[in-house]
């Protein structure tokens, strides 16, 4: 199974400043088609998750500019340009290139400072 | 709008089933693989197995294999999942998500294994 690894566990950040979260996989997820099936979701309190992100880059309808997806291979990284209130939560990464299973990272706790 | 409500949870005593449903409406499931996702308290989500598009090709998580059947009717847009010889480790909210790629989740329904 691929196995992904997520950094840090927890993050504080100020409210307009950005944050950036890591996530690794045990091995390349390009697939033979060419595609990298890297998602990445956020999970409110209380919530259920929601994609924000596939395939490494693409934003999810109504996800807002400040999200950003990128990387390749094993290394991947979710960046929030300026975190607002609403941000806060849970945020996974997910690969769909090998499988099964599908599988998720452990996850990532943003708080506001 | 997209949207899935998953029914079926409740508390079961260990070794007991219960079967859960999912309905989907603002898209039409013969697209689709559809999975089932489960997550623990306290934990991040799980992928528990998948069924594709025509019901041909079905896929579980080790733990789950032998012991869950997921199905699909594609004519009533909904996604089941039979849960036989149920454990304590089975307790979860249980999420039905479109698409390898799990692109809409819904609200999730939660089952609780305990005696």
């Known amino acids: ?11 504080s950040v100020t409210l307009g400043q950005p944050a950036s979260i890591s996530c690794r996989s045990s091995r390349s997820l390009v697939h033979s088609d060419g ?8 999970q409110r309190p209380g919530q259920s998750p929601r994609r924000l992100i596939y395939k490494v880059s693409n934003r ?21 340009s300026r975190v607002e209130a609403e941000d806060i939560g849970v945020y996974y990464c997910s690969q769909a290139t090998y499988w099964p299973p599908l599988t998720f990272g452990g996850g990532t706790k943003v708080e506001i400072k | 709008e997209v949207q899935h409500v998953e029914t079926g949870g409740g508390l079961v005593q260990p070794g007991g089933s219960l079967r859960l449903s999912c309905a989907v409406s603002g898209v039409s499931i013969s ?3 559809m999975n089932w996702v489960r997550q623990a308290p306290g934990k991040g989500p799980e992928w528990v197995a998948n069924i594709k ?12 294999r032998g012991r869950f059947t997921i199905s699909r009717d594609n ?12 454990r304590a480790e089975d307790t979860a909210i249980y999420y039905c998500a479109t698409s390898l790629l ?4 819904g609200k999730g329904t939660r089952v609780t294994v305990s005696s």
């Open chain 1, 1 to 11: 199974d691929v196995v992904m690894t997520q950094s840090p566990r927890s993050l």
């Open chain 1, 35 to 42: 595609n990298t099936y890297l998602n990445w979701f956020h």
């Open chain 1, 60 to 80: 999810d309808s109504g996800v807002p500019d400040r999200f950003s997806g990128s990387g390749s291979g094993t290394d991947f990284t979710l960046k929030i």
């Open chain 2, 31 to 33: 697209d689709y693989w």
């Open chain 2, 53 to 64: 598009q025509d019901g041909s090709e079905k896929y579980y998580v080790d733990s789950v």
């Open chain 2, 75 to 86: 004519a009533m847009n909904s996604v089941d999942l039979q849960m036989d010889s149920l």
């Open chain 2, 102 to 105: 799990l692109a809409v989740w």
